[in-house]
Structure formats: C-alpha cells, structure tokens
C-alpha cells in the first residue's frame, strides 16, 4: 500500500491555455507524480445554463475576454493545497477544491480551474493504477458493470449552435437497436451520408456546411423540415428498425418573459408540450432533453404525466444534486444530462448520477458544444455504466474523438464488451 501511495503522491500541477473546437481559449491542466504525469481539457458551452458552476474568463481584450489566465493563476493556488495528496483520493482532492473555493458556484477559483485538476487527477490515478480510465472511475463510482452506451447523435444543428432561422437546438439519431458500439457508429454514419446527400440535393451545397456539434445546419426554419429530413435518411439507409430519434429544444433559448415560447410561431406553454407530443407520435421520438425553460417547473411536470418519451434534464438540473433532489420531488423529468463542467468536479457529477440512478432516472453523459481532443467522458460514460451518452455528429475531431474512444474500449474489452438497450 505504501508504495503505491508513494506513487501516486501528487508532485507538480501545470495549467495552460490551448484551443478549444471553437477557437476560444480553454484550460489544460497537466499533474505529476515522481515518475507519471496525466493531462485533462476542460470543455465549454454556449447555450449554458443560467444555475451552472462559474466558468472563469478573463476579460478585456485578449482572446474578446475570453481568455483563462486568471483560472491558470488559480490552479497555482490549487497546486499548493493538493501537493503531497494521493492522485487516488479523488474525493478528498475534490473536497478541498471545494473548501478552497468555499462559494455556492465555484466562482473564486473557476469551475474551470477545479474541473481541470478533478479530470486530471483522475488519469493520472488510472495511470498509477495501471488500468483504463474507465475501470478506475467503474471503481470510484463502486460500478461492476460496464457498458458501452448508445450514443446520441446530434446530425442536425440549430439553436445557438448554428446559425439559421431553426430554434431549436439538437435533431439525434439514436442506433438504440444496433448490437455493439460499432455497429452504432457504422449506423450513424452512414445515416449522416446519406442526410448529407439529401440535404444537398434539396438546398444546394453551401447547406451542408456543419454547426460546433458537427451536424449539418440547413436553412429551416421547423423542427418538423428537420425530422423529415432525418426520417427520409434513416428509411434511405435501411435502419428504422434500429435507429429511433431524440431531440434537445434545449427551451430557455426561445423563452421570453411573458411565458411564451417563440419557435417558428410563438407557442404557450401548454400549445408547446401538444407540439412535442404530436411530433414525438408522427417521427419515432424516444427522448426530449429541456422541453421548458430551466425554472418553468409546472410545464416539466405537465408533461411528465403525458409523455411516452425519456425527459432529460439539462439546464434544468445542471448536474447540481440540489436541483436533482427538487426535481425528483416535483417529478419534473426522468433523467439527468451529465455534464462535468456543470458542477466542476468529478466527485459532484458521479454524486449527481448517483442521486438520479436512486430516483430510477436515467442518465446520460453529455459532452459540450465547445469540446476538445479530450474523450473523458467515453470513459465516464462507460465507467459509471449508465447507458446513454450524448456526442454530436459522427464528423469533426472533436466528436469523433469520443466515438472513437469508445470503440477502443468496446475492442479492449472483447467478449466482455456490453452494449446498453434503451
Ligand atoms: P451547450 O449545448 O454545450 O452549448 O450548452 C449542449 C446542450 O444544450 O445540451
Ligand atoms: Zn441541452
């Protein structure tokens, strides 16, 4: 024991700020023990929720103030606390992050700061350990089943993530029917082609031209043009049976004050959840992610008590085990969007996944529209073996970096591969 102690002891923490997908400016933390060192990319989103942590930017200027030399110069703070500390110990490197911090929303030190050494600290404990990341967080979260999750494929772009006249933000496919992750992978690619192909003959070819999540952002203007589109693909392609649809409204986009809801005609709140049912019968829709804007909390649960379809909890929940427990009270929605820059620290986002597994939620672990190289949450996400994970399109390295993790890890598990059901 000692001497992986000994191993294990967090020597050195380094922060530096690289690129993110879209160009801006995002934190790199690098932590060191005698003889291993592991590194970590913090992502970042744009249709963020009004109850996340604090992402720490440092104004004026620089990179449009954009810029992270203020959360770099934290991590300086943060190395002094952790020297000494067993990568291992996640909860207590954690914990003091939090103590160090010591505000409601990470907002002294930057979610960004703590993120970066959480995610880090976790690698480099894999490492010292000599196992997968996966294995290492399966362990943290005491999880005896891996299992590789099916993969949300957002293909069409709107919302804040492209930039035509579509409101709402994420269209899916979801190869809930495929046997391994390869063979989603194979299905959603293919289904992308093949949109690609019936988008450019219908709009020309300055259509195809992708959003920051990959997908393809042509110039409509209802979500209706949209899952058309998507359904003519997946039929094009011969996987009905295998692919079924998800969206993300990702709603507080297209809130106004007066309750209303402003899509391609203003919706009630009330006319809005009809509009989601009509169109979950007609296009084969499994899961709707913010229906409603983050604090309209009786149109969550109106429609919990229609719905056939999964309703996850993004800017909803955050990933806060505060908003989760009013949630599940309220019954406002039945799984959590995990996001680990929501809440800042690894420990939070599994206590987060955690608490909705306990309330029979689902969860899904998301990346964000400003991603990186960085593919740890294809491990989380097969670590914590909840089955559902959130990636963007099968186009961009950025995306594909997860896909491609995850089947790494389908082939380095073999025969002990699983892949979830829906
Ligand atoms: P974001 O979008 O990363 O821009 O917040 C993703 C989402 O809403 O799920
Ligand atoms: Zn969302």
């Not at 089943?145 to 496919?173: S, T, W, Y």
């Amino acid at each position: 024991m000692g001497d992986i102690f000994l191993a294990c002891k967090i020597t050195k923490i380094k922060a530096r700020e690289v690129l993110d997908s879209r160009g801006n400016p995002t934190v790199e933390v690098q932590i060191f023990s005698k003889d291993k060192n592991a590194s970590a990319i913090v992502p970042s989103g744009a249709s963020t929720g009004i109850h996340e942590a604090h992402e720490l930017r440092d104004g004026g200027s620089r990179y449009m103030g954009k810029g992270v030399q203020k959360a770099l110069k934290n991590v300086k703070i943060i190395e002094k606390s952790l020297k000494g500390m067993d990568a291992c110990a996640q909860k207590e490197i954690d914990n003091a992050m939090i103590a160090l911090d010591n505000t409601e929303n990470k907002s002294r030190l930057g979610a960004n700061a703590i993120l970066g050494v959480s995610m880090a600290a976790a690698r480099l404990a894999s490492e010292c350990k000599k196992m997968p990341l996966y294995k290492h967080i399966a362990a943290l979260y005491k999880n005896k089943r891996l299992l590789l999750p099916v993969p949300f494929c957002n293909i069409i772009n709107g919302g804040k993530h492209a930039g035509g006249k579509l409101r709402m933000q994420e269209f899916m496919v979801v190869p809930n029917r495929a046997k391994s992750f390869s063979e989603a992978a194979q299905l959603v690619s293919e289904t992308y082609h093949i949109l690609k192909g019936i988008i450019e003959k219908k709009y020309g070819k300055s259509a195809v031209n992708v959003g920051d999540e990959g997908g393809f952002a042509p110039p409509l203007t209802k979500a209706e043009e949209a899952l058309t589109l998507i359904t003519k693909a997946i039929n094009e392609a011969g996987y009905e049976k295998k692919i079924s649809i998800a969206l993300d409204p990702a709603a507080s986009e297209f809130y106004n004050k007066n309750s209303i809801y402003l899509l391609h005609k203003q919706f009630t709140s009330e006319k809005l959840a009809e509009h989601y049912i009509r169109l979950s019968n007609k296009y084969n829709i499994i899961s709707i992610e913010d229906p409603f804007e983050q604090d309209d909390f009786s149109s969550f649960s109106a429609l919990m008590k229609k719905a056939r379809f999964q309703i996850v909890g993004d800017d909803l929940l955050v990933t806060n085990t505060k908003r989760i427990i009013s949630a599940a009270e309220k019954r406002l929605c039945n799984a959590l969007l995990l996001k680990v820059n929501q809440i800042g620290t690894l420990t939070e986002s599994l206590a987060a996944a955690r608490l909705s597994m306990d309330h029979g939620w689902k969860v899904m672990v998301s990346h964000r529209s400003g991603e990186t190289e960085d593919s740890f949450i294809s491990d989380l996400a097969s670590g914590i073996g909840c089955g559902q994970i959130k990636l963007g399109a099968p186009c961009r390295s950025d995306r594909t970096s997860k896909y491609n993790r995850l089947l790494r890890i389908e082939e380095e598990l073999g025969s002990k591969a699983r892949y979830a059901r829906f």
